[in-house]
């Protein structure tokens, strides 16, 4: 079965802390991918990254980085001296490949309020 | 290019009443998805078509639930008769035909039904 865990439902923090958002997840496969998105207030969903499981490389982006374990099935989300616009809910999501290729499993989110 | 479109963007309806929801994705995407947020149960898949053909409806609630993709730029998601359980926020994404491509999502349907 293939699974997201978002263990963290909520985390609040004041402006400029570091910040990990937590995603463990499950399947049997041995090719798939992985994603980060971002929903702002605003509600739409924002693609963040990607990273497919062959690659345990780990990936910075500005403030943003990833750090991709296989051994642990671990995807985790830090965001470096967090902002007030990064204020918004947080989704890791796995998606099959090839064969099924269709369905994006999504955690079921962390909110992540930053304080001014 | 504009993303993918979704309409209407709030709906607001009685109990009973049939709701059609209606998207676009974008062009030269194979693949387009069904999804409802909710509080209580996250980002649920309903369904997903690959080249206007349903591959996957397991998602899709009950038989209230349909879905319809007549050509590769239109999808219809239609809910008849509307229960108030079925408020939620409706997405649709689109994406070229492979895991490895990202899903683009649309702004939402925002759906109430009193």
């Known amino acids: 079965a293939q699974k997201v865990t978002q263990a963290q439902t909520e985390i609040s923090v004041v402006e400029k802390e570091d910040v990990t958002l937590d995603c463990v997840y499950e399947?049997?496969?041995?090719?798939?991918?992985l994603f980060w998105y971002k929903q702002p207030p605003s509600g739409e969903l924002v693609f963040l990254i990607r990273r497919n499981s062959f690659d345990e490389q780990n990936e910075i982006s500005g403030r943003y980085s990833w750090n991709f374990q296989k051994s642990t099935s671990s995807f985790n989300f830090t965001i470096t001296a967090s902002q007030v616009v990064d204020s918004a809910v947080y989704f890791c999501?796995?998606?099959?490949?090839?064969?099924?290729?269709?369905?994006?499993?999504f955690g079921q989110g962390t909110t992540l309020q930053v304080k001014p | 290019d504009a993303g993918v479109i979704q309409s209407p963007r709030h709906e607001v309806t009685e109990m009973g009443q049939e709701v059609t929801l209606r998207c676009k994705p974008i062009s030269g995407h194979n693949s387009l998805f069904w999804y409802r947020q909710t509080m209580m149960r996250g980002l649920e898949l309903l369904i997903y078509f690959n080249n206007n053909v349903p591959i996957d409806d397991s998602g899709m609630p009950e038989d209230r639930f349909s879905a319809k993709m007549p050509n590769a730029s239109f999808s219809t998601l239609k809910i008849q008769p509307s229960e108030p359980r079925d408020s939620a926020v409706y997405f649709c994404a689109s994406s070229l035909a492979s895991g490895a491509n990202v899903l683009t999502f649309g702004a939402g349907s925002r759906l109430t039904v009193l």
């Open positions: 399947t049997r496969d041995t090719t798939y991918y």
């Open positions: 999501a796995l998606r099959r490949t090839p064969g099924n290729t269709g369905k994006l499993i």
